[in-house]
C-alpha cells in the first residue's frame, strides 16, 4: 500500500505545472478536516490560495495542495 501512496503523489506531481508562483504543500492528519486545516492555516500565513489536489487514507489521511497567489483585482 505504501508503494501505492507514493506512486499516487508522483501522479500528482508530475500533473502539475511547476511555475514560480505555485507552491504544493502536504499535511498529514488522522481525519480530512485536520489535513485541511493544517493546508488552510499554511496557506493563510502565507496570503495565498489554496487547491486540494488529492488525499489517501490508510490509518492518516495524506493530503497535497496546491498554494497559488490570492488575485487581487
Partial sequence: ???IHRLTVATFLSLLSF???AQIVTAV???IEGAE???STQASKEGKSY???GAS???R???TAEL???NKK
Fill in 57 to 59: 487514507f490508510k490509518n
Fill in 37 to 39: 486545516e493544517k493546508i
Fill in 19 to 21: 511555475s514560480p508562483m
Fill in 1 to 3: 500500500m505504501n508503494i
Fill in 51 to 53: 487547491e486540494i489536489l
Fill in 29 to 31: 492528519d488522522s481525519t
Fill in 68 to 70: 497559488t497567489p490570492v
Fill in 61 to 63: 489521511v495524506y493530503m
